[in-house]
């Protein structure tokens, strides 16, 4: 898995039951110190998610909306989820890498939770291409 850049992609997550089925969600990656460091401040909704690497921990200090709140392992494994209303300091963990975001009550649509793995796959210029798998 190489280093992520600013910009948008696609966010896969795969059911854990037999068939397989996953739910693909728009996303946004947040690489950079800048993007890292805005977040989601000042917005009111989120379409699909956000993906801060490398992070451990967020906060939800001037934001707008509670969010829901993954924590990935180096490998793209769900070791934590929670909920954050505005105003809150979530703990570092200490086996996480990246922190996906999205609004309170999406990543439970999705089928996200503890010990599921995603897939991300970032836009280029010439077409998607396939990261951290």
């Given at each position: 898995m190489g280093r992520w850049r600013?910009?948008?992609?696609?966010?896969?997550?795969?059911?854990?039951?037999?068939?397989?089925?996953?739910?693909?969600?728009?996303?946004?990656?947040?690489?950079?110190?800048?993007?890292?460091?805005?977040?989601?401040?000042g917005r009111?909704?989120?379409?699909?998610?956000?993906?801060?690497?490398?992070?451990?921990?967020?906060h939800t200090f001037r934001m707008r909306i509670p969010i829901d709140v993954a924590y990935l392992d180096r490998r793209l494994?769900?070791?934590a989820v929670r909920t954050m209303p505005p105003g809150r300091l979530g703990l570092p963990r200490l086996r996480a890498r990246h922190?996906?975001?999205?609004?309170?009550?999406?990543?439970?649509?999705?089928?996200l939770r503890v010990g599921a793995r995603v897939e991300v796959e970032e836009e280029t210029p010439s077409g998607p291409g396939l990261k951290g798998t």
């Open positions: 600013d910009g948008r992609g696609e966010l896969t997550v795969r059911a854990e039951d037999a068939d397989g089925s996953a739910v693909r969600v728009p996303l946004e990656i947040a690489a950079s110190y800048r993007a890292r460091t805005k977040g989601l401040l009111d909704s989120l379409d699909g998610a956000l993906l801060l690497s490398p992070a451990n921990s967020v494994r769900v070791i922190v996906l975001e999205a609004e309170a009550g999406a990543m439970e649509a999705w089928g």
